[in-house]
Structure formats: C-alpha cells, structure tokens
C-alpha cells in the first residue's frame, strides 16, 4: 500500500487544520493506521491512531481533547482532524499503516510498516 499524505499548511495558533492519508494500491480498511509527527531536531512522536473499523482510536495525551483521527474506508483516507492548533503541534506529520499492530503497542512507530511523506503544520503564535 502507498500513503499520501496531505492538508498541512501555515495556520495561526487556535486555528483548525485536517490531514488526509490517502491510500492506495491496497484497501485502507486492511490496515491500522498512526500519525506521528517530527519537529525540527527531535523524535517522531505518536500522535494519533485508529484501528480496522474506527470503532477504536487512540490519542497522546498532548492532543487529546484537540485532536480526533477517523477514517472513511469508502474514500480510502484516514483523517486527523486537528483544532485549536498551538505552535508547539508545529512539525512534519506522517501518517503510517500496518495491517497488524500488536495490543497496546499502536504508539510505537516501529509497528508500522508503511509510511507516507510527511506533510508540514506550521502554527505561529
């Protein structure tokens, strides 16, 4: 499976943004799937992740509450729905799959399998 992911942009602190990973070559629906991020001279971090069905999602906790992954399978996209954006969510966001993630183990980047390119979220202040 490829990903594509997209949606960044330049935004103003409070502002709302929404990624799109696009998949293709397989069925997004055979996949769980994460979001990580990397800001300038630090890891990548977990952000998000959403099982099979989107009956489960996950979220660390420096966005939760602000932040919601979905998925619409008939698109073959899964979504991060990003609001009241602060300039620490500043980074390069990734979206990442696999179609078996161990229990419990979703935040780990080294579970996934398939990445995209990244797309940057610039938020000033």
């Known amino acids: 499976v490829q990903l594509q992911a997209s949606g960044g942009g330049l935004v103003q602190a409070g502002d709302s943004l929404r990624l799109s990973c696009a998949a293709s070559?397989?069925?997004?629906?055979?996949?769980?799937v994460g979001w990580f991020r990397q800001a300038p001279g630090k890891e990548r971090d977990f952000v998000a992740a959403?099982?099979?069905?989107?009956?489960?999602?996950w979220s660390a906790d420096s966005v939760k509450g602000r932040f919601t992954v979905s998925r619409d399978n008939a698109k073959n996209t899964v979504y991060l729905q990003m609001n009241s954006l602060k300039p620490e969510d500043t980074a390069v966001y990734y979206c990442?799959?696999?179609?078996?993630?161990?229990?419990?183990?979703?935040?780990?980047?080294?579970?996934?399998?398939?990445w995209g390119q990244g797309t940057q979220v610039t938020v000033s202040s």
């Open positions: 070559g397989r069925a997004v629906s055979r996949y769980f």
């Open positions: 959403i099982n099979w069905s989107g009956g489960s999602t």
């Open positions: 990442a799959a696999h179609d078996f993630v161990r229990s419990g183990r979703y935040y780990e980047s080294s579970e996934y399998l398939y």
